[in-house]
């Protein structure tokens, strides 16, 4: 197993943090994850990796991994069951024009939280434009 870290900050580190490994073999459990997680992250580069064997076999777009930047964490609360543990967030993602990665899970990896998997990337509006040069993609957490 890899070094562990405690991710969190900020004076309540200790009721947000979140043990990651750096260990591959490892993702990080999703009912874990909080927005506060990854605030901290905004605007740091992350590896987008299809998990979606059907689609690898066929060499699809995104079959390899794509780094991409984590531009926007919002949280959900108009859309958090009541029963729910944490409320819901999404995270927003920037990556190149090319490879447009297709709809399907997804593993996230940023070297300090860790591998987190499987995520469901779609492909979102840009919110810049149609000149932007880059793709929007979303993941969301309930």
């Given at each position: 197993?890899?070094?562990?870290?405690?991710i969190?900050?900020?004076p309540s580190?200790?009721?947000?943090?979140v043990?990651?490994t750096?260990?591959?073999?490892?993702a990080?459990?999703?009912?874990?994850?909080?927005?506060?997680?990854?605030?901290?992250?905004?605007?740091?580069a992350?590896?987008?990796?299809?998990?979606?064997?059907?689609?690898?076999?066929?060499?699809?777009?995104?079959a390899?991994?794509?780094?991409?930047?984590?531009?926007?964490?919002?949280?959900?609360p108009?859309?958090?069951?009541?029963w729910?543990?944490?409320t819901g967030?999404?995270?927003l993602f920037?990556?190149?024009q090319?490879?447009?990665?297709?709809?399907?899970?997804?593993?996230?990896?940023?070297?300090?939280i860790?591998?987190?998997?499987?995520?469901?990337?779609?492909?979102?509006?840009?919110?810049?434009g149609?000149?932007?040069?880059?793709?929007?993609?979303?993941?969301?957490?309930?």
């Amino acid at each position: 197993m890899g070094d562990r870290t405690t991710i969190g900050g900020g004076p309540s580190a200790q009721d947000r943090s979140v043990e990651a490994t750096h260990d591959d073999t490892d993702a990080l459990a999703l009912e874990t994850l909080s927005a506060d997680v990854f605030r901290p992250y905004e605007g740091a580069a992350v590896v987008l990796t299809l998990l979606d064997l059907v689609d690898v076999e066929r060499e699809a777009p995104g079959a390899h991994p794509v780094e991409a930047t984590l531009i926007e964490v919002t949280e959900c609360p108009e859309s958090t069951p009541s029963w729910a543990k944490r409320t819901g967030f999404s995270l927003l993602f920037a990556g190149p024009q090319e490879p447009r990665l297709p709809q399907g899970l997804y593993a996230i990896h940023h070297r300090e939280i860790g591998r987190i998997e499987p995520m469901l990337l779609v492909a979102v509006q840009n919110p810049n434009g149609p000149f932007d040069p880059q793709i929007y993609y979303q993941a969301i957490l309930n």
